[in-house]
């Protein structure tokens, strides 16, 4: 996106060079990094990273409006509800498409959001890991809001932890170690000292969560849960794990970190709440009172699914003929610019902006990024098989 610096970088490139970083990328945690790494990452200017960072303190402001949690107390699925909600997610993070702008420029589009936890640890380490075998200016980062490595995995510590002892702490999934974001989970033991822990590996007495730490093999209480599990895919897997599992839904003693409820307060769910020209119209598809006219031109999303599921590009109007229609949302698409140069195709990009909102904090803190590259008809790894200069990147932001 800055035209010198992606001439140059793309001048400097050669397989050899590529292969050489995924082999040291891949040095640390062998066989842990299942998803496609671009060769490249995006270079963001000044001008649109602040088009991007007022679009999100927007969203963020309608997350601390008094009445959101009112608005969104219906997108927990009762089955899913968790005791003992907190006041705010821990994790924001909003996905912009980079997009045409109709005038020959680009604009942020707001393609989906959560209030989730993302590859946190995982865009320290690969960025890091870049920088070995590329050249990139000083003045970038994947850090914003003026935050360096150092000061960043303190602002990461205070919000997991808490204050808490890190083997207090777990970071909770289903079969961590078979996860395709594994590597993020084995980044943030080495950075916080925490262990991925699988659910079925929890034992409970009374309302008091325990553990065997996987080192000293120690029963050791736990004090908070640094959440990366999904309920959709626990609904998938429930039938695949060990019975007796325990039902984390219950009152528990332990502090989540972000709140399971909060995953589906912030999601496609608030996308018809927010009212932005960085955010397609968005309607519940329950309140829709005509199809438009143009419905080539939407998007029809499951709010109760993720990674893509479900969704429907290319809608007919019997595709609305749904059960149920307050699950649904009908969203306009957007046109991705073709915007980073390759040696075939020119790729678009998606850049996720991640929040950390520790304890304590009145809002939330725009902390780092991470890009998804894709020359399909979304971004995806489905459609961008046997494709190169896709898949998961980065963005260096100019910074002054």
């Known amino acids: 996106m800055v035209p010198a610096l992606r001439k140059a970088f793309n001048e400097a490139f050669t397989r050899q060079r590529y292969e050489e970083f995924l082999t040291d990328l891949n040095s640390r945690f062998p066989g842990a990094i299942e998803f496609r790494v671009a060769e490249t990452p995006v270079f963001v200017p000044a001008s649109f990273s602040a088009l991007l960072q007022e679009a999100c303190e927007h969203i963020v402001d309608l997350i601390l409006e008094p009445r959101f949690r009112e608005w969104t107390d219906r997108a927990i699925p009762p089955q899913d ?5 907190n006041d705010h997610p821990h994790f924001l993070a909003f996905d912009f498409g980079v997009c045409e702008d109709g005038q020959g420029g680009w604009q942020p589009q707001l393609i989906e959001m959560q209030g989730f936890a993302s590859l946190y640890g995982f865009q320290v380490y690969y960025p890091e890991t870049l920088r070995r075998h590329f050249d990139i200016p ?20 205070e919000t997991i932890l808490g204050g808490r002892a890190p083997e207090e702490v777990v970071l909770l999934e289903i079969k961590p170690h078979e996860q395709k974001t594994r590597i993020d989970f084995y980044c943030t033991r080495d950075y916080l000292g925490i262990q991925p822990i699988c659910l079925t590996d929890l034992i409970l007495e009374g309302k008091s969560l325990y553990y065997l730490h996987p080192v000293t093999g120690k029963k050791t209480l736990i004090r908070r849960i640094y959440n990366r599990l999904i309920f959709d895919e626990l609904h998938t897997a429930g039938a695949r794990l060990p019975q007796g599992y325990v039902d984390i839904r219950q009152e528990l003693d332990v502090e989540w970190v972000a709140h399971p409820n909060w995953f589906y307060r912030v999601s496609k769910f608030t996308l018809p709440f927010i009212r932005h020209p960085f955010v397609p119209p968005t309607f519940f598809l329950d309140e829709l009172k005509q199809p438009p006219a143009d419905l080539e ?17 290319d809608v007919r109007p019997e595709h609305l003929d749904v059960p149920d229609p307050a699950n649904w949302i009908l969203q306009r698409k957007v046109k ?8 075939d195709v020119p790729a678009k990009a998606e850049i996720r902006m991640m929040y950390l909102w520790k304890d304590g904090d009145a809002r939330p803190t725009l902390a780092v990024n991470l890009a998804r590259l894709s020359k399909g008809k979304m971004i995806g790894v489905n ?12 963005g260096f932001f100019q910074h002054p």
């Open 336 to 343: 991705y610019a073709e915007v980073i140069a390759t040696p």
């Open 383 to 394: 459609y961008n098989k046997d494709k190169e200069w896709v898949g998961g990147s980065v």
């Open 81 to 85: 509800r968790v005791a003992r909600e």
């Open 297 to 313: 031109n939407y998007v029809l999303k499951p709010l109760f699914s993720f990674a893509g599921q479900g969704v429907i590009i």
């Open 138 to 157: 000083a003045n970038y980062s994947q850090f914003l809001n003026g935050l360096d490595k150092e000061s960043y995995l303190a602002l990461l510590r």
